[in-house]
């Protein structure tokens, strides 16, 4: 006999962002309510930013083998998204979230019919049913389209036959932002202990940002790099609670056997208008371009450390490694540089304008 099991998707809000930022959605697990006898043999989790028309998107793909040792079931499948909040437009678009699109689900090959309900409760699933309201009855009367009240629900039949089950989703949504970063997103992971076997069996994170990014993993479900890969760049440095992670092209990847997550994934870019917008330039706060321009390139400076990166400004860019702890760490933290033990800095090998902004700089010290 078929069981008409409820599990749903998850996306839970984990950062409150005021009106200097924008949250537009997180990612989590498949969460078994009453289902526990199905397991995760393996997992491939794989987020890519992509730019399109110069809007920042996180478009993530998740692959799933499942393990059912019982008798086929029917499954009603939920994916569950909070409403966006802070700078946003936070109106339903067509009933479904304003943010998130490119809704796939493929299960053993087939691609699964969904729905889309907007809830107000957590408890929303009620004899054997969504608990759907109307766009009416979640907007009231005091709507604050930057803070909305209600979520989303994404919902659909799965069928589970006996043995390896595969189901592949996707979708994409705007990447989240402040003042102090300009992306941002976080992964539910710990979500995925709540199947039969409390794991993941084999478990791929694959985190591509694209070209010449440097970005922060929180170090919440791992205590080190030893199951970290890099395909072009490097691990930058860590400072107990995170770590940073420079891509040249290429991705990250994370992987572990027996993966028993302990914390979420949040990821965050080690860029920001604050880091890379100011007149008078400060190490421990700013980062600096991998072209000068006379406009718009600092020649100001906070304090000698900062006078001594700045001035090297010029040799960095073609990659020449530094004997100074200070000004070689500074470098290394810069998603652009890269060290190139055979440059040899030569100051009449500068170009132009380069020249001429060092020589602004040295006219301060």
Do not use: C
């Not at 940002?209 to 890099?230: H, L």
Request: hydrophobic share 35%; glycine share 4%.
């Amino acid at each position: 006999m078929n069981k008409l099991i409820f599990i749903l998707f998850s996306f839970i809000s984990l950062t409150l962002y005021s009106n200097d930022g924008a949250y537009y959605a997180s990612g989590n697990q498949l969460i078994p309510i009453s289902e526990n006898e199905v397991s995760i043999r393996k997992e491939i989790l794989t987020v890519k930013r992509i730019i399109i028309d110069e809007i920042e998107y996180v478009y993530v793909t998740v692959d799933y083998t499942f393990y059912n040792p019982s008798t086929e079931k029917t499954i009603l499948v939920g994916f569950e998204a909070p409403s966006p909040s802070g700078d946003v437009n936070g109106f339903p678009k067509n009933g479904a979230h304003p943010y998130m699109s490119n809704f796939k689900v493929i299960m053993n090959g087939n691609s699964l019919n969904f729905k889309t309900a907007m809830v107000n409760t957590k408890e929303y699933y009620i004899k054997n049913k969504i608990d759907a309201k109307t766009e009416e009855e979640v907007l009231g009367e005091d709507f604050n389209s930057n803070s909305p009240e209600f979520y989303y629900v994404y919902h659909f039949n799965a069928v589970f036959k006996p043995g390896i089950n595969k189901i592949k989703h996707t979708y994409r949504f705007k990447m989240s932002g402040s003042i102090s970063d300009f992306y941002s997103f976080d992964y539910i992971l710990t979500a995925a202990n709540r199947w039969a076997n409390n794991q993941i069996d084999d478990f791929t994170l694959n985190i591509e940002m694209g070209e010449n990014q440097g970005f922060s993993v929180r170090n919440s479900f791992f205590n080190n790099t030893d199951n970290w890969f890099i395909d072009n760049g490097r691990s930058a440095s860590s400072n107990g609670l995170s770590t940073n992670f420079i891509t040249y092209n290429g991705k990250i990847s994370f992987k572990k056997k027996n993966f028993h997550p302990k914390g979420e994934l949040y990821v965050t870019s080690t860029d920001g208008p604050i880091k890379k917008h100011f007149t008078s330039f400060d190490s421990d706060y700013h980062n600096l371009p991998s072209k000068i321009n006379l406009e718009n390139t600092a020649t100001d400076f906070e304090n000698e450390d900062s006078y001594k990166i700045l001035r090297n400004l010029p040799f960095a860019i073609r990659g020449y490694v530094f004997k100074t702890k200070i000004i070689q760490e500074y470098y290394l933290s810069q998603s652009w540089y890269k060290p190139n033990l055979k440059y040899k800095a030569d100051f009449e090998k500068l170009n132009t304008i380069e020249k001429e902004w060092l020589k602004i700089v040295k006219s301060k010290e």
